[in-house]
């Protein structure tokens, strides 16, 4: 009898041991002559478990958290290879973590679970059914039905995204492109990551979908340079697609036609802005571009062009196998379906936690996220990646939906959710914003360009008490002006960091303490 181990081959389990594990479990099981499998799987997504080493067993799989290479004696000598669970860092069925229980896996319903690169996994876990169905609607019925899912974009702004795929469907042209922005680049983000490494067909897939419905022939994975492992396992899973039939001429036997290429990025955090991505990919500097023209109508070599990050098209093989109804019935308000945060920062539990729309932040953070890892009080938390607002522990109340941040003065972004504790400086914060955005502007606009390095400037002579009254007048309407001003969200956003550490933490900024009066 062979036996099957799963060993993430994610970034995040590599990076602390993972590939050593694998291999001396390999060696162990030659040894002991032992037929064994190790599944190289994606990462379940609490990372305080890596490397997590998981042993299938006829009543499931038995977990083994933070296993080292130098474990491996010990586990075997315990009868890993005959299924005991005697060893002590066995944690059980690791689904029934409470933080795995609590989830609602919609989009990374089989992270985790499956073979990345196994087609016949994929379909054994309800894969390219949603592909199925698509094929068999008009693009009239496929664009409503995302319409009526509530689907909005997964990484800015929130804009509906079925009404981005009609705007391409109905433009008229001989030529159309799917576009996936893979340019995970914020701060305390992995869920694109973990998507490409850990379920690479759920985003074909979608992507595919997509393409049926708008009647595009083409696509591209613009992904970052500094995932190597994602750029692989793409490569690798559009290969098998196309040689299973389901990419490229007659897709999954049908009229269709589509392909998918990957592209790789340099590094640059303003190609993650759709028009410089656009820029980027036709071969010229990440530059951004005046709008409108929108890129649903003059996009990607001057052709309509549909742009969805990987979480929004991730989402869409749900949707269209399970019905709108189903994603939407998930979530609150104008916010529906599911959204994977991932909390990162000073957390106990950091990693992915996917679940309605509508959680509280304080939820997220001392509850799920299980508070400070530190143990020191949580001071700020940003959500929406390093332009996203700083919120106090007063503002734990806010719910996790568009709406609810928007008017707290935040935003949800690709859902970063980054945790500092007491000892953060909030000026040093506000002034890391400006500079980085000085760093990353593509140099387009005078706000953005102008407007950041003379803000780290600005910041520099209050937090050194220089005319602080007249200082901060002058903060204040330089992010009104970058606000405002600036052609995309790089400048426009840089504020939101700024003003709220100015907001809720005056203190770090030279601000006086109001006196207490004392009383008898």
């Given amino acids: 009898m062979t036996v099957r181990l799963f060993i993430p081959g994610d970034m995040a389990a590599v990076a602390v041991?993972?590939?050593?594990?694998?291999?001396?479990?390999?060696?162990?099981?030659?040894?002991?002559?032992?037929?064994?499998?190790?599944?190289?799987?994606?990462?379940?997504?609490?990372?305080?478990?890596?490397?997590?080493?998981?042993?299938?067993?006829?009543?499931?799989?038995?977990?083994?958290?933070?296993?080292?290479?130098?474990?491996?004696?010990?586990?075997?000598?315990?009868?890993?290879?005959?299924?005991?669970?005697?060893?002590?860092?066995?944690?059980?069925?690791?689904?029934?973590?409470?933080?795995?229980?609590?989830?609602?896996?919609?989009?990374?319903?089989?992270?985790?679970?499956?073979?990345?690169?196994?087609?016949?996994?994929?379909?054994?876990?309800?894969?390219?059914?949603?592909?199925?169905?698509?094929?068999?609607?008009?693009?009239?019925?496929l664009v409503e039905t995302v319409k009526l899912s509530g689907l909005r974009g997964r990484g800015g702004a929130g804009f509906p995204t079925g009404i981005k795929w009609d705007t391409v469907r109905l433009a008229p042209a001989a030529q159309k492109y799917i576009v996936c922005n893979a340019d995970e680049g914020d701060s305390g983000t992995f869920a694109d990551r973990m998507i490409m490494e850990g379920d690479p067909f759920v985003l074909i897939e979608g992507m595919t979908i997509a393409a049926v419905c708008v009647g595009a022939t083409l696509g591209y994975v613009y992904i970052r340079s500094e995932y190597p492992f994602a750029i692989a396992a793409m490569q690798r899973a559009i290969q098998t697609a196309r040689a299973a039939g389901l990419l490229g001429i007659g897709v999954a036997a049908s009229s269709h036609a589509f392909d998918i290429q990957v592209r790789v990025g340099a590094g640059a955090y303003v190609c993650g802005e759709e028009t410089a991505l656009l820029e980027s990919l036709e071969g010229k500097r990440g530059q951004v571009r005046a709008k409108p023209p929108l890129p649903a109508h003059i996009g990607l070599f001057g052709q309509p062009t549909v742009i969805n990050n990987v979480l929004s098209l991730a989402a869409i093989p749900f949707i269209l196998a399970e019905g709108a109804e189903a994603y939407r019935d998930f979530g609150v308000g104008r916010s529906r379906g599911t959204m994977p945060s991932q909390l990162a920062g000073d957390l106990r539990n950091g990693g992915l936690f996917e679940t309605p729309f509508g959680v509280t932040l304080g939820a997220l953070v001392d509850d799920i996220g299980g508070g400070t890892a530190s143990g020191l009080p949580v001071r700020a938390v940003q959500v929406g990646g390093p332009l996203g607002a700083y919120f106090p522990r007063a503002l734990?109340?806010?719910?996790?939906?568009?709406?609810?941040?928007?008017?707290?003065?935040?935003?949800?972004?690709?859902?970063?959710?980054?945790?500092?504790?007491?000892?953060?400086?909030?000026?040093?914060?506000?002034?890391?914003?400006?500079?980085?955005?000085?760093?990353?502007?593509?140099?387009?606009?005078?706000?953005?360009?102008?407007?950041?390095?003379?803000?780290?400037?600005?910041?520099?002579?209050?937090?050194?008490?220089?005319?602080?009254?007249?200082?901060?007048?002058v903060l204040e309407d330089l992010c009104e002006t970058m606000k405002f001003g600036s052609l995309c969200a790089l400048g426009g956003f840089t504020p939101y960091p700024v003003m709220s550490a100015l907001t809720y933490f005056p203190q770090d900024f030279g601000a006086v303490a109001p006196q207490t009066e004392t009383v008898g």
Avoid: W
């Fill in 17 to 141: 041991g993972a590939d050593d594990v694998a291999l001396a479990l390999r060696v162990a099981a030659t040894k002991a002559g032992i037929a064994v499998q190790i599944v190289r799987n994606g990462s379940r997504g609490l990372f305080g478990l890596e490397p997590l080493v998981e042993m299938q067993t006829a009543s499931g799989r038995i977990g083994f958290a933070g296993v080292a290479a130098t474990d491996v004696p010990a586990l075997v000598a315990a009868g890993l290879f005959e299924g005991s669970s005697r060893h002590p860092k066995c944690i059980g069925d690791p689904g029934d973590l409470p933080f795995f229980r609590r989830q609602t896996r919609l989009t990374f319903a089989r992270c985790g679970l499956t073979d990345p690169q196994s087609l016949d996994d994929y379909r054994a876990f309800g894969g390219y059914l949603g592909l199925e169905r698509a094929l068999a609607m008009t693009s009239e019925t």
């Fill in 396 to 473: 734990f109340d806010t719910p996790f939906d568009y709406e609810a941040f928007g008017a707290r003065g935040g935003l949800i972004g690709h859902a970063g959710v980054v945790v500092f504790n007491e000892t953060v400086d909030m000026a040093a914060q506000a002034r890391f914003a400006m500079a980085f955005c000085a760093v990353e502007s593509c140099g387009k606009c005078t706000p953005c360009r102008i407007g950041s390095t003379r803000g780290v400037e600005v910041i520099d002579r209050i937090v050194q008490g220089q005319d602080r009254t007249a200082n901060l007048a």
